[in-house]
């Protein structure tokens, strides 16, 4: 039987969701920033790897995506264990076996060991993104989560501009008998094993556990999350089942949605530095500067956009705005030269960037709240196989045809696509008194339009 907790104190409470935010958010910037360019840093070294290992334009795309296969896989029940065996250690454990992976791609003797690893490295960073979210259900109520993701996200941002400046001087390396892009893989994957040391001792698993909390606060802290799983209890007389939820046709629309974003994303992470080579007789570093400019462009359209989605709220239009935006980009990237496409891309990175950000309050608001953590993870580890398809293709492409025109392509066609499609998207469950997407099943809303604006992530435990 349940205790019905007394409500805490708001100030307590506020005082200790800012301590907890300045706690581990730092940490896990850092660790998002660290995850992503070991994720994308084979974009910087495809020339190297062709030239030193015969890896060409269609084993390298296929490489490249193999990642994602293997993220797909293993995030859901990833996601499951470290629920069960806690933060701390599930954290560390991914951190370890992603930089290990990570260091070993320095040793690729040939397309087979190219995408042995390129799969590997995938099973062990996934889990990561929405162990993250998991985290955030533990340790803070829902009023500060959503200020707490867009902290978290931000690291995605920041590496993708940084990656490249990084791994260019990297490249410049030599010694040992060994290559540039060898030393670039040792030393960014060792990042990711030296942190997962300092992640076990800086993290704890739950508020009970934190001696950098005051009683007070640790009772406040647990007090809040309790009440809201009371709250989300008594908003449905029938527990969902996770498989029923699975088949709504909104999840598979979400699905679709979300592909089609990542399909951009991961598409221009992946081709980007050879397009950039195009241009002109660039070197690694320079290479990697010019690869920086439409992440940093799009950091500032992430937030202008947030901004007017917080204003004028009708998230599926944003979205769609910011997909036309990336579908346009990518189209004109095809009509002119090396330099004018790359200026394309840039306006693209405006839109396909906005867009996942804007994205995720739409399935979040759908979702029954108990289980939104683990259905993200599906929409995320399905969506993410955008990262398999792009790549793939674009490899293929070149190498048959000499050219990735059609795949850009491909990618305008894709994101106007689901511009229309968002408009079927729901933001909450249909009907008042809503009804669950289990049968019979008739509930309240299960959570507030406060609580969404002020919980982007919806995440339950």
């Known amino acids: 039987m ?4 007394n409500p805490p104190d708001p100030n307590v409470l506020a005082r200790a969701a800012a301590k907890v935010k300045r706690h581990v958010l730092p940490l896990f910037v850092i660790m998002f920033i660290v995850n992503y360019i070991d994720r994308v840093n084979i974009g910087f070294v495809r ?16 490489g490249a995506g193999l990642f994602f296969i293997g993220y797909a896989i293993f995030e859901v029940p990833s996601n499951l264990l470290l629920q069960r065996y806690g933060a701390r250690a599930w954290l560390t454990r991914i951190m370890f076996t992603w930089g290990a992976a990570a260091m070993a791609m320095a040793f690729v003797q040939g397309e087979t060991s190219f ?18 979210i998991y985290y955030f259900t533990q340790w803070l109520p829902s009023t500060e989560r959503g200020k707490a993701m867009a902290i978290f996200l931000s690291g995605s941002a920041i590496a993708s501009v940084i990656s490249g400046p990084v791994s260019g001087a990297l490249l410049h390396i030599n010694g ?6 060898q030393w670039m893989f040792l ?11 300092f992640v076990w001792f800086w993290l704890q ?19 809040a999350i309790e009440l809201e799983q009371q709250a989300r209890d008594a908003t449905r007389t029938v527990k969902p089942s996770m498989f029923k939820l699975l088949a709504d046709k909104q999840i598979a629309l979400f699905c679709f949605i979300y592909f089609s974003i990542a399909l951009t994303i991961y598409g221009a992470t992946f081709w980007l530095p050879s397009m950039i080579k195009k241009m002109g007789n660039l070197g690694d570093f320079q290479v990697g500067l010019f690869n920086s400019i439409p992440w940093i462009i799009s950091i500032v359209a992430m937030y202008g956009f947030a901004a ?6 009708y998230q599926q239009a944003w979205v769609a705005v910011t997909l036309v935006i990336a579908s346009f980009g990518m189209f004109m990237s095809t009509t002119g030269g090396p330099v004018f496409a790359f200026v394309a891309i840039c306006f693209a990175a405006i839109g396909f960037k906005a867009a996942s950000a804007l994205f995720w309050p739409i399935p979040q608001g759908y979702l029954d709240a108990r289980i939104a953590a683990a259905v993200i993870a599906l929409i995320n580890s399905i969506g993410n196989l955008g990262g398999f398809v792009a790549p793939t293709a674009f490899g293929f492409l070149e190498q048959t045809t000499g050219s ?6 491909g990618l305008a066609a894709t994101s106007l696509v689901a511009a229309v499609v968002i408009f079927f998207a729901r933001t909450a469950p249909r009907g008042t008194p809503l009804r669950s997407p289990v049968e019979g099943a008739d509930v309240k809303k299960p959570v507030s339009h406060q609580a969404l604006k002020s919980d982007p992530t919806g995440a339950a435990s």
């Open 2 to 5: 349940k205790t019905h907790q």
């Open 47 to 62: 020339s190297h790897m062709e030239t030193d290992l015969g890896i060409g334009a269609a084993a390298y795309g296929l």
């Open 115 to 132: 995408y042995v690893l390129r799969f590997i490295l995938g099973a062990a960073e996934a889990g990561f993104f929405p162990g993250i």
């Open 176 to 181: 040992l008998s060994l290559h540039g892009w």
């Open 187 to 197: 030393i960014e994957g060792f990042a990711s094993i030296a942190l997962c040391g």
């Open 205 to 223: 698993s739950h508020p009970r556990e934190a001696k950098w909390l005051s009683e007070e606060e640790k009772t406040a802290l647990i007090a």
């Open 308 to 313: 007017l989605a917080s204003k004028w709220k």
């Open 404 to 409: 990735i025109e059609g795949g850009l392509y």
